[in-house]
Nanobody
Framework: QVQLVESGGGLVQAGGSLRLSCAVA??????????MAWFRQSPGKEREFVAG???????KYADSVKGRFTISRDNAKNTVYLQMNSLKPEDTAVYYC????????????????WGRGTQVTVSS
């Protein structure tokens, strides 16, 4: 069982950058045991996979953010990050941090631990 808290969201102009952080409080299992991911959801749309990271699978990205976003994790600090560059208005969404034991998943149903989300708004 883990507790996830996102931070770093805000309002930014198109072409700008933001870095999201997800602080993880794990009980029982070590943070390194979990695969971590970022999802996003905008009004009227389904929550979608953005990026994920694990020891066995490395880093994976949705096609829409490849080359612009970078996911990383610091196991010593129990924190996962999402560096977002060259932001576009279509990146506007609530961004959620998620965790699951073992291998990396790409669907919402694969994850059973979620943060409450942080709003990212990109203006044109």
């Amino acid at each position: 069982q883990v507790q996830l808290v996102e931070s770093g969201g805000g309002l930014v102009q198109a072409g700008g950058s933001l870095r999201l952080s997800c602080a993880v409080a794990a009980s029982g299992r070590a943070f390194s045991w979990y695969a971590m991911a970022w999802f996003r959801q905008s009004p009227g749309k389904e929550r979608e996979f953005v990026a994920g990271i694990s020891w066995s699978d490395g880093s994976k990205y949705a096609d829409s953010v490849k080359g612009r976003f970078t996911i990383s994790r610091d196991n010593a600090k129990n924190t996962v990050y999402l560096q977002m560059n060259s932001l576009k208005p279509e990146d506007t969404a609530v961004y959620y941090c998620a965790a699951r034991g073992g291998s990396l998943g790409y669907s919402r149903t694969a994850y059973d631990n979620w943060g409450r989300g942080t709003q990212v708004t990109v203006s044109s």
